[in-house]
Structure formats: C-alpha cells, structure tokens
C-alpha cells in the first residue's frame, strides 16, 4: 500500500480560491441582452466598438457577436497609475486607436468600472476628438468605491459588490484572465 497523502486534483478553473459570482451560461445571457438593446439604440448609424485592453478582450468578443449591425471595432490601450492600490486618474495611452472616430458613434467597451478615475480620463481624451456621440459599456460596475460618481455606464453587465473580482478578461497581477466564469478572488494574499 502506498504511503504517499492522496493529492486532491485541481486545475484553473476549478481553484478553491475562487468563487463563481457569475456562471458562463449567466454571463452569456446578459450579454445577448445588452447586443439586442445596442442593436436597436444604433440601428442606421455608423457604430465603433472601442475595446480598452487588456481586460475588455472577451466582452468585446462576445458583445459583438451580439450587436446585428455594421460596425467597426478598434482598441486602446492604457495604463493608469497607482497611488497604493488606488488609481490617480493619470492615464497614459500606450496604445491609440488605429482610425479615426470624428462623426462616428462611439461605444467604448471596458471591463469594469470602479473608482471610475481610468474611464473619466479616457472618455475625456476621446471626447475632444469629434465622435458624433460617445457612450460606455462596461461588463462590470463595482459601485462602492466610485470617486467619480458623474461618470454614467449605458450598458452595464452586472454590478458586482466591492471585492477584488476576476476572470472573463478581469486579471489578478496578469493572471485569471482566461476563467469562462467571473469569480471573487477568496483569499487574495494566495492569488
Ligand atoms: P478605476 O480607474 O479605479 O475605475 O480602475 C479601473 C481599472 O482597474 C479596471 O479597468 C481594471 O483594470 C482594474 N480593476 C478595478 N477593480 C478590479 C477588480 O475587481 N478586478 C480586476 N481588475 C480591477
Ligand atoms: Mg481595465
């Protein structure tokens, strides 16, 4: 008989330190909803998805494959600075977009939105740029610790209570970005 302790396998998506807070069938649901509003508010016009990397990848994804319209899609890429663990609202764009928006309707598509100082900034950058209209959607809004709380989200996916939230794009120091699921990080200190 073999002396070895039994090893209990866990893999990524199965990790005992996370906890679902929203499944993939729950997630998929909503986003077919919000791709059926987004469909009708912009039928006719001349729609740019935004997607802000890296977190916004598979919302961007999906939300896309729901929208049943002609549009366009671009990315930008930025990094907001961290005063501890808070954002400053300094935002420095380490990626722009590849066209033009002057005269375009824009929907800049985010992960989540929690202090809101990233998106303010950004919203602020591409509001001097001529886009005929410019709203957010964002997959998460973590209401709680909101500085800035005129920033208005037009199409939320859920709003989530304030923990530290991974997966579906959203990463933990880069990783997590890969669970089909959106999960509360238990103990974040072993993430
Ligand atoms: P804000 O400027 O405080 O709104 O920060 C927004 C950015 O911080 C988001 O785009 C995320 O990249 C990151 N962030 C904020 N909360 C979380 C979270 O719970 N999980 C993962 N990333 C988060
Ligand atoms: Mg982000």
Redesign the pocket.
């Known amino acids: 008989m073999s002396t070895e302790p039994s090893k209990i396998a866990t893999t990524e998506f199965t990790n005992p330190n996370l906890e679902v807070l929203y499944n993939e069938e729950q997630i998929s649901e909503r986003i077919k909803s919000l791709g059926t509003q987004i469909t009708s508010d912009y039928s006719g016009k001349e729609l740019v998805l935004v997607g802000?990397l890296k977190?916004s990848c598979i919302f961007m994804a999906d939300l896309m494959r729901s929208i049943d319209l002609n549009l366009t899609i671009d990315f930008m890429a930025v990094s907001?600075y961290k005063d501890g663990t808070?954002?400053t609202?300094d935002v420095e764009i380490l990626k722009d977009l590849s066209n033009p928006i002057r005269g375009k309707h824009v929907i800049v598509v985010?992960?989540?939105?929690?202090?809101?100082?990233?998106?303010s900034r950004l919203l602020e950058i591409l509001g001097s740029r001529g886009a005929a209209s410019i709203r957010l959607a964002s997959f998460l809004d973590?209401p709680e610790?909101r500085i800035k709380t005129e920033l208005k989200i037009d199409y939320t996916g859920f709003v989530?209570p304030n923990?530290?939230?991974?997966g579906y794009g959203?990463?933990?120091a880069g990783r997590y970005r890969n669970l089909p699921f959106i999960a509360v990080v238990v103990n974040p200190a072993e993430a």
């Open positions: 802000v977190g907001s808070r954002s609202g985010e992960d989540i939105v929690d202090t809101g100082l990233t998106l973590k610790p989530v923990k530290f939230v991974v959203l990463d933990a």
